[in-house]
Nanobody, 124 residues
Framework: QVQLVESGGDLVQPGGSLRLSCAVS????????IAWFRQAPGKEREGVSC????????KYADSVKGRFTISKDSAEKLVYLQMNSLQPDDTAVYYC?????????????????WGQGTQVTVSS
């Protein structure tokens, strides 16, 4: 059974950092691309970052480029999103998602499996 479980969301002050984790089970990260999405109240869900099955390709939304870093530990079946210099606009529920895809990753449609989300709130 495929499962993705996010953790690490919290309340943090502007300028602070958080590391989100996505624990996967039921499949191997070596065959799946993983993406992080977020959805703020009243807004559409947006892709934040993704990492390819090999780990050699990573992509970021312009809004987080230079502040967020995606990585993974295939042996531990974990995918991370390190978030630095957080701003109030980063407040959202963050989701990790998986799709069987080799060679690249995308931050758009096509993800078959989703976690339940973790809340990130950036506020003073």
């Amino acid at each position: 059974q495929v499962q993705l479980v996010e953790s690490g969301g919290d309340l943090v002050q502007p300028g602070g950092s958080l590391r989100l984790s996505c624990a996967v089970s039921g499949f191997t990260l070596d065959s799946y691309a993983i993406a992080w999405f977020r959805q703020a109240p009243g807004k559409e869900r947006e892709g934040v970052s993704c990492i390819s099955a090999s780990g050699r390709t990573t992509k970021y939304a312009d809004s987080v480029k230079g502040r967020f870093t995606i990585s993974k530990d295939s042996a531990e079946k974990l995918v991370y999103l390190q978030m630095n210099s957080l701003q109030p606009d980063d407040t959202a529920v963050y989701y990790c998602a998986a799709r069987r895809l080799l060679g690249t990753c995308v931050m758009g449609p096509g993800y078959n499996y989703w976690g339940q989300g973790t809340q990130v709130t950036v506020s003073s």
